[in-house]
């Protein structure tokens, strides 16, 4: 089985400041993590996915999430926020074909 | 790319009625897709995978009977609540799996069902 915390429910920052949304898993398999964005009212975007090799990963809108396997981390950052940045941010993680484990989510509120 | 769509997109309906909320994966083929239901400011929860050309698989503590699932076809799943009560009312979110190898998943834009 997995398992997901993501560490802060919420994360007050201001535009342009840099953020860093923490994500820590536990898995007894190999996985692969995701990190989604979800806007008011809507589903989930895909932000980026580490599937294998480099453990920096790149994703949309200037994300970026590093893979640390030792701490069994994968954090998202972004340099920059913007006001659109705001959301509600979902770490995953999803064994060789299996089911997707979610965190709890964390809302990042991008205040000007 | 690949979207997954949702409809519909908001529905209010009466105490009792029945309400079908449909996911379709617009171009490509899904297997497997999932329901979940997301209370506000809360995770997702998963209700059930649904599995084109079987029964669904239902989460522990789901009612299988309230919710019907239907995947009939690749890009067709369904959703329906039966009987519907105000404690029903809530978002519901559907994702098809895109790669079944990584487990990587496309959303669908999520239904928001209200239920007087």
């Known amino acids: 089985a997995q398992s997901v915390t993501q560490l802060d429910s919420q994360v007050p920052v201001f535009e342009e400041a840099p953020v860093e949304l923490r994500c820590n898993y536990s898995?007894?398999?190999?996985?692969?993590l995701f990190w989604y964005v979800q806007y008011p009212n809507q589903g989930l975007q895909l932000l980026l996915k580490?599937?294998?090799?480099?453990?920096l990963v790149k994703g949309i809108n200037g994300f970026e999430a590093e893979f640390n396997k030792s701490q069994t981390s994968f954090h998202l950052r972004k340099p920059s926020v913007h006001i659109s940045d705001t959301a509600e941010y979902f770490c995953?993680?999803?064994?060789?074909?299996?089911?997707?484990?979610f965190g709890d989510g964390t809302t990042l509120t991008v205040k000007p | 790319g690949a979207v997954v769509s949702q409809h519909p997109s908001r529905v209010i309906c009466k105490s009792g009625t029945s309400v079908k909320i449909e996911c379709r994966s617009l171009?490509?083929?899904?297997?497997?897709m999932f329901w979940y239901r997301q209370f506000p400011k809360q995770s997702l929860m998963l209700m059930a995978t649904?599995?084109?050309?079987?029964?669904?698989?239902?989460e522990q503590g789901v009612e299988k009977d309230k919710f019907l699932i239907n995947h009939a076809s690749l890009t067709l799943s369904t959703l329906t609540v039966t009987s519907a009560h105000p404690e029903d009312s809530s978002f519901y979110i559907c994702?098809?799996?895109?790669?079944?190898?990584?487990?990587?998943?496309?959303f669908g834009e999520g239904s928001r069902l209200t239920v007087l």
């Open positions: 994702s098809a799996v895109i790669n079944s190898n990584t487990g990587e998943l496309f």
């Open positions: 898995s007894s398999v190999s996985v692969y």
């Open positions: 580490y599937l294998s090799g480099s453990t």
């Open positions: 995953a993680v999803s064994p060789n074909a299996g089911k997707s484990t």
């Open positions: 171009d490509f083929q899904a297997t497997t």
């Open positions: 649904s599995n084109e050309g079987s029964k669904a698989t239902y």
